[in-house]
């Protein structure tokens, strides 16, 4: 019977290390989607300007389109899979083995849904072009949910000091738009603004999110 217990519980931890491990590979390859497809439109669109372009640019422009509207969406569809991993993870306490208090299982939830939104926003950006009258509020809804991502998990987290990095992630992301929209940078495009969210989302993803890609991806090779 014990070994019957044991082997049990062996089989539910082997679960749980899968399910964090896949978890964590969606979340890589949803920001290198999302990112390589902007690297890749600004290879082939010889004329985009960081300065006075905004990247939405590169969604209408023949050469560079694909790449930038389809790594959105792809990454985007990848990023709903990832948000829904990080709820079921997130169903257990400290992200691993064990029933969750209320509390952490509110919090878990809530990011989930807000992560799972902001990636649905950003499958907006590039399915909406921005000829169409709902690119405006998706790309918008990205940033303003991605910001409030860092606020709700950066708060909950605040006592390790990767939380601490995600909670001054509002006020940096804030910053760039308010000083920006204030005038203060020297660039009439949108595109440099937009950037720093996207990188600070990739690293959120990656370096310091509740399930940090690196540390997961590189733990479950050895």
């Given at each position: ?7 049990a519980g ?7 290390a ?11 390859v ?23 372009d ?35 993870v997130?169903?257990?306490r ?18 989930a ?15 909406f072009?921005?000829?169409?009258p709902?690119?405006?509020?998706a790309?918008v809804?990205?940033?303003?949910l ?15 000091r990767?939380?601490r990095?995600?909670l001054?992630f509002v006020?940096?992301h804030?910053?760039?738009?308010t ?8 660039v009439?495009?949108l595109a440099l ?5 996207a990188l ?17 991806l590189?733990?479950d090779?050895?």
């Amino acid at each position: 019977m014990r070994e019957a217990v044991a082997r049990a519980g062996d089989e539910g931890v082997s679960r749980a290390a899968r399910l964090r491990v896949v978890t964590a590979a969606l979340g890589a390859v949803a920001t290198l989607l999302a990112l390589g497809g902007i690297a890749s439109a600004t290879v082939l669109d010889p004329t985009f300007s960081w300065t006075s372009d905004a990247l939405s640019d590169l969604g209408v422009r023949p050469r560079s389109a694909p790449a930038f509207n389809w790594g959105l969406i792809v990454g985007g569809a990848v990023g709903v899979g990832y948000a829904v991993g990080l709820w079921v993870v997130g169903r257990s306490r400290d992200m691993g083995g064990g029933c969750g208090s209320l509390r952490e299982r509110l919090v878990g939830s809530l990011r989930a849904a807000v992560l799972g939104l902001a990636m649905v926003s950003m499958a907006g950006i590039g399915a909406f072009d921005l000829t169409q009258p709902l690119h405006g509020p998706a790309a918008v809804g990205f940033y303003a949910l991605v910001t409030l991502l860092f606020a709700v998990d950066g708060f909950a987290r605040r006592s390790t000091r990767t939380g601490r990095i995600t909670l001054a992630f509002v006020p940096i992301h804030l910053a760039v738009w308010t000083t920006f929209l204030s005038g203060w940078w020297p660039v009439t495009g949108l595109a440099l603004p937009e950037l720093p969210g996207a990188l600070m989302l990739a690293a959120w993803v990656w370096l310091v999110g509740p399930l940090p890609a690196l540390d997961t991806l590189a733990t479950d090779e050895h």
